[in-house]
């Protein structure tokens, strides 16, 4: 045995036993006392800025539009049979809800036709086919495109997005496809649309 190697084991006994008992607390430790350094020397927070439309974009009012909450379940009692005796009983229900009408609404400005078409096309694909039209729900699902400008003065955009509708074989999922003109003044154009 080497001379101080006793005094070397007893001093790794001790480091060993206080320092690794002790460091999960020291690390937490630490990471509290950081945090709260971050937290006083952080820059303020961003600010942010929304846009402000001096005009008010739509000034119309929709007297007969339907109401936007969903309709209640409709539920009738339907026999069951209890398994053993095969005799029936009424208790459990059978629910249904009324389909609700939904509408798709694809707001865009006319230098995004090109992306639009794109993706319009894509729905072509199986992976990215947009409904099934074995399940009654298209019937009740509008599909709206809406551009910022008036499709009068884009005539071609409006052509080549049902253009890519028929290409794509989607026009069965919806029960209608609309075009509408937004007609956004220079004043309340808050998008890039030439």
């Known amino acids: 045995e080497f001379p101080g190697s006793s005094l070397h084991e007893e001093g790794m006994a001790h480091f060993k036993s206080g320092f690794f008992r002790r460091w999960p607390m020291l690390a937490l430790s630490g990471v509290v006392i950081l945090t709260l350094l971050a937290l006083c020397f952080a820059p303020t927070r961003p600010v942010w800025r929304h846009a402000k439309f001096t005009l008010p974009l739509c000034d119309k009012k929709f007297p007969n539009a339907k109401s936007s909450g969903l ?108 075009y509408l003109s937004m007609r956004l003044t220079k004043e309340q154009d808050q998008y890039t649309s030439t």
């Open 71 to 178: 309709h209640a379940p409709v539920c009738t009692p339907s026999p069951s049979s209890d398994g053993v005796s095969g005799e029936s009983s009424s208790s459990s229900l059978s629910c249904s809800r009324p389909a609700t009408d939904l509408a798709i609404v694809v707001p865009f400005i006319p230098r995004q036709a090109d992306k639009l078409e794109r993706s319009i096309r894509l729905w072509a694909l199986t992976d990215y086919f947009p409904c099934d039209t074995s399940l009654p729900h298209h019937k009740h699902v509008d599909l709206i495109f809406q551009l910022t400008n008036d499709f009068e003065d884009f005539p071609e955009v409006k052509t080549r997005l049902e253009a890519a509708l028929q290409l794509a074989n989607v026009v069965g999922c919806f029960r209608a496809v609309r």
